[in-house]
């Protein structure tokens, strides 16, 4: 049965650069997710190196924490059904090759280090992420549109 969560999105650098966060904006808000928290951070290594934790042990993390520091990241959270699962979909796959067209990545990305965008990959992962990019929360509202999207 679907449930009702949030999910954690970030556009990238690559994609805030390519004026593609509106867009991907625009896809979620299309597919029927409720936006509850957004902001535009210029992300700190230290900040990332937590974000990133259970990726430090591989050889691309020290080019990953500079990356993602080398620019500003537009971070957001997005509630509805099943939104971590819908939202991977939506991305697509991590590498943008194998991204089917019509993906976030399948549409605007080619490769691994600019593939526009994170996104949680688990609901546990996506509460640590939330709570850390969002520490002040989120905001609770009912969207006017929730009964044309949801079955109520």
Same mark, same amino acid.
């Given at each position: 049965?679907?449930?009702?969560?949030?999910?954690? %999105?970030?556009?990238?650098?690559? &994609?805030?650069?390519?004026?593609?966060?509106?867009? %991907? %904006?625009?896809?979620?808000?299309?597919?029927?997710? @409720?936006?509850?928290?957004?902001?535009?951070?210029?992300?700190?290594?230290?900040?990332?190196?937590?974000?990133?934790?259970?990726? @430090?042990?591989?050889?691309?993390?020290?080019?990953?924490?500079?990356?993602?520091? $080398?620019?500003?990241?537009?971070?957001?959270?997005?509630? &509805?059904?099943?939104?971590?699962?819908?939202?991977?979909?939506?991305?697509?796959?991590? #590498?943008?090759?194998?991204?089917?067209? &019509?993906? %976030?990545?399948?549409?605007?990305?080619?490769?691994?280090?600019? #593939?526009?965008?994170?996104? $949680?990959?688990?609901?546990? $992962?996506?509460? @640590?992420?939330? @709570?850390?990019?969002?520490?002040? &929360?989120?905001?609770?509202?009912?969207?006017?549109? #929730?009964?044309?999207? #949801?079955?109520?």
């Amino acid at each position: 049965m679907s449930t009702k969560e949030r999910t954690f %999105i970030a556009v990238k650098p690559d &994609g805030v650069m390519r004026g593609l966060v509106g867009t %991907i %904006i625009a896809r979620f808000e299309q597919r029927g997710f @409720k936006l509850v928290a957004l902001k535009l951070v210029h992300a700190e290594p230290a900040f990332l190196e937590q974000h990133y934790a259970d990726l @430090k042990g591989k050889p691309f993390f020290p080019g990953l924490i500079k990356y993602m520091s $080398s620019g500003p990241v537009a971070a957001m959270v997005w509630e &509805g059904l099943d939104a971590v699962k819908t939202g991977r979909a939506m991305l697509g796959a991590t #590498n943008p090759l194998a991204s089917a067209p &019509g993906t %976030i990545r399948g549409d605007f990305a080619l490769v691994v280090g600019r #593939n526009i965008c994170h996104g $949680s990959d688990s609901v546990e $992962s996506a509460e @640590k992420e939330i @709570k850390l990019w969002f520490p002040e &929360g989120v905001v609770q509202y009912t969207h006017a549109l #929730n009964e044309w999207v #949801n079955e109520v």
